[in-house]
């Protein structure tokens, strides 16, 4: 899986949380990944995040992390989006939910049975 994050500031940890999370689910879905398979690439159209301190703090007063993109993979395209706004969704609860709605999506199009 690739990600395009365009012009967002997108953390590596982000990116792995997404990544791992859509390995994970792709796992748990009985769907083989292989790097010589077809490519998924996620492209990330809006993203925003919180400070930690601000979101530990303030919680729902201090914004929202949120991540939302469309998938591209075998000439089929779906949408992702999640949002985070209490002090427990931060930015790693929300970029694992990407990676697990991207894999679900991956595993739609295969035909194989998702939650």
């Known amino acids: 899986m690739q990600i395009d994050a365009g012009s967002f500031d997108m953390s590596a940890e982000a ?8 390995h994970a689910e792709l796992a748990k879905l ?16 809006e ?7 601000a979101r530990v703090l303030f919680g729902a007063l201090s914004g929202s992390d949120h991540i939302k993109g469309t998938v591209t993979v ?23 939910n990407v990676g697990t709605q991207t894999a679900d999506g991956v595993g739609h199009l295969t ?5």
């Open 15 to 22: 990116k792995q949380e997404v990544v791992g999370a859509f």
């Open 30 to 45: 009985g769907v083989p990944v292989a790097a010589s398979g077809t490519p998924v690439v996620l492209h990330i159209t």
């Open 47 to 53: 993203f925003k995040t919180r400070p930690v301190a």
């Open 74 to 96: 075998a000439g089929s395209n779906f949408d992702v989006a999640d949002t985070g706004v209490t002090v427990m969704s931060g930015l790693g609860v929300v970029a694992r």
């Open 111 to 115: 035909g194989v049975a998702t939650k």
